[in-house]
């Protein structure tokens, strides 16, 4: 079930408190209505019941889909890598090879979700993602695309597509690019991150992660070695 709080907030508008629902952990198998709720926002937002004014909720979010044998933690603005929740730990420590990740914000917490519910590794996607966005850099003649989302997969028609927000404007830009990458970047995954594929607790996969990955991943080419010498 899910763990619900209720918590009053003062309108930063009118000053009138209304009370407001905190969903602290979600069960998408379980509750699939919470699955949709959470995912278009409905459930973060919070509205002034005296004079209507509307604001986003940012709280820590425990949300798992045993279904897809994935847990994602949004807490907005998290800055480290691993997360050791002992008691969390203990919680679920019967169920073993849950992918649990950190989110530090909205649109990454969705990502992984799309990319976990669509059978995909996301360390391969950030890595796929990485590579792509330096190909959207140089037509926009920049140094980096930093921020991009997977938005699409087309299994079929072997696809996958990311939209990246590009330069100062943020303006949205879809990139598509062949499974093939996708391909090669879980094989780069199966041989250098087989460390991280087995720490406990939640990790934050994203972009500098990818970078690092990469960076050893192109040193080893160079020198010729195999992965069991790294
Ligand atoms: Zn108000």
């Known amino acids: 079930m ?16 209304t009370d407001a629902k905190l ?58 890598f691993q997360l050791e929740d002992v008691e969390l730990e203990q919680k679920y420590e019967k169920l073993k090879g849950i992918r649990k990740r950190l989110a530090p914000d909205f649109n990454v917490f969705k990502e992984k979700v799309f990319i976990f519910e669509s059978g995909l590794d996301d360390m391969a996607v950030e890595i796929t993602k990485l590579v792509i ?3 959207v850099a140089k037509k926009y003649g920049l140094k980096h695309v930093e921020e991009g989302y997977l938005s699409m997969y087309d299994r079929e028609q072997n696809t996958m597509g990311f939209t990246f927000f590009v330069g100062k404007e943020r303006e949205p830009y879809v990139q598509s690019a062949r499974l093939e990458i996708y391909g090669k970047s879980v094989g780069i995954v199966s041989e250098l991150a087989i ?19 990469l960076y050893r991943y192109k040193r080893m080419k160079q020198l010729g070695k195999s992965a069991d010498e790294e």
């Not at 899910?2 to 408190?17: D, F, G, H, L, Y």
């Not at 069960?27 to 209505?33: G, S, V």
């Not at 949300?63 to 949004?74: E, G, I, P, S, T």
């Open 2 to 17: 899910a763990n619900v709080v209720v918590k009053k907030i003062a309108c930063p508008k009118c000053s009138e408190t």
């Open 23 to 80: 969903f602290m952990s979600i069960n998408a198998t379980n509750e699939p209505t919470l699955r949709g709720d959470v995912l278009d926002e409905k459930l973060l937002k919070w509205r002034c019941s005296a004079c209507g004014y509307e604001a986003r909720l940012t709280y820590p979010l425990l949300y798992n889909d045993m279904k897809n044998r994935f847990m994602v933690y949004l807490i907005p603005e998290a800055d480290r």
């Open 133 to 135: 966005s330096e190909i």
């Open 195 to 213: 460390k991280d594929k087995k720490i406990s607790g939640f990790i934050k996969i994203d972009r500098e992660w990818a970078e690092n990955v």
